[in-house]
């Protein structure tokens, strides 16, 4: 069978940037997302192998085996799953609406842990590559948008744990941008305003680097060293210096 790249979340932001990335060099593509006209519009644009499409809400129930049987459909088995598709939500834990809150969970974590499982013998059988996508929010604790940052860390030690399991079978490999300058704040709340003063990084330097590190078989990539410097000093600064900062960022000023 043939082998496909899977991409999650590949209509918006890191996804389109990945897929494009991916795409050029000469990957045959899967791309999911809710927003058809976007996934149509970045399949027409790609050059090479033509994309196959799922437009699906991967919160649904039953979506991720729609995803695989799409695959089968079309004769093609995964090769790469880039778990990309994700969203956050800032504001109080006790303000926020429990179902939103919720559904946020289950995208983020059992979505992509679920994708993981259903898809793992295809990684396998194709000695594959598995690319998660978390962030610098899994090193601190992040009020203001805590569940979110509770979820990244999740996805950031589900993926170093399984780096090491699957070592001979599956490069897996963890990518947790910082800032990026993506429509991710304006969906989650933050005005937009505010984090251009924090010099988001571009979507396409995050998925480069992601790609690269994907396929050098490393573990955790960290793109831009100032991100790179934070992720370090987690583990040594105490945590309640930055507390502050993200909980004023994230709930102080909302647009
Ligand atoms: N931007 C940042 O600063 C930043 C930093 C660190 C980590 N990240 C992570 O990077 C990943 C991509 O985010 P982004 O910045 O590129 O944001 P984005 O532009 O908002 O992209 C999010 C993607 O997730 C998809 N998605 C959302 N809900 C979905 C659902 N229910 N079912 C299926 N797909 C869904 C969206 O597609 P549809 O809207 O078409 O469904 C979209 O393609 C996320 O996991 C995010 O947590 C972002």
């Known amino acids: 069978m043939n082998h496909v790249t899977v991409i999650t979340g590949a209509s918006s932001g890191i996804g389109t940037e990945l897929a494009r990335v991916f795409a050029r060099n000469n990957h045959r593509l899967l791309l999911t997302g809710r927003n058809t006209v ?3 519009a970045l399949a027409n644009e790609l050059t090479g192998a033509k994309p196959i499409v799922l437009v699906a809400d991967l919160t649904e129930p039953g979506a991720a085996q729609r995803l695989v049987d799409t695959l089968r459909q079309n004769d093609v088995s995964a090769g790469i ?3 990309n598709a994700g969203y956050g939500l800032a504001g109080r834990f006790a303000d926020l609406e429990g179902a939103s809150q919720l559904n946020m969970l289950d995208l983020n974590m ?4 679920e994708l993981t499982y259903l898809l793992l ?3 396998v059988a194709a000695k594959g590559r598995l690319l998660n996508v978390a962030s610098t929010a899994a090193y601190f604790p992040g009020p203001g948008m805590a569940a979110y940052y509770a979820s990244k860390a999740y996805v950031l030690s589900l993926s170093e744990a399984l780096h090491q399991e699957l070592k001979q079978q599956v490069g897996v490999t963890v990518l ?3 800032t990026t300058a993506t429509v991710f704040f304006d969906r989650a ?3 937009p305003k ?3 003063a924090l010099r988001p990084m571009s979507p396409l330097q995050v998925a480069e680097a992601g790609y690269r590190g994907l396929m050098a078989g490393r573990r ?3 793109p831009g060293w100032h991100n790179r410097l934070l992720a370090g000093v987690s583990g040594v600064i105490p945590h309640f210096l930055f507390m502050s900062f993200l909980q004023h960022l994230q709930t102080g000023r909302r647009k």
Do not use: H, S, Y
């Not at 059992?110 to 842990?113: A, E, G, M, N």
């Open 38 to 40: 976007a996934l149509e």
């Open 81 to 83: 799953l880039v778990n």
């Open 110 to 113: 059992r979505v992509l842990t």
């Open 121 to 123: 013998p295809d990684l």
């Open 176 to 178: 947790c941008p910082g």
């Open 189 to 191: 709340g933050i005005n």
């Open 194 to 196: 505010l984090i251009k």
């Open 220 to 222: 955790v990539v960290v």
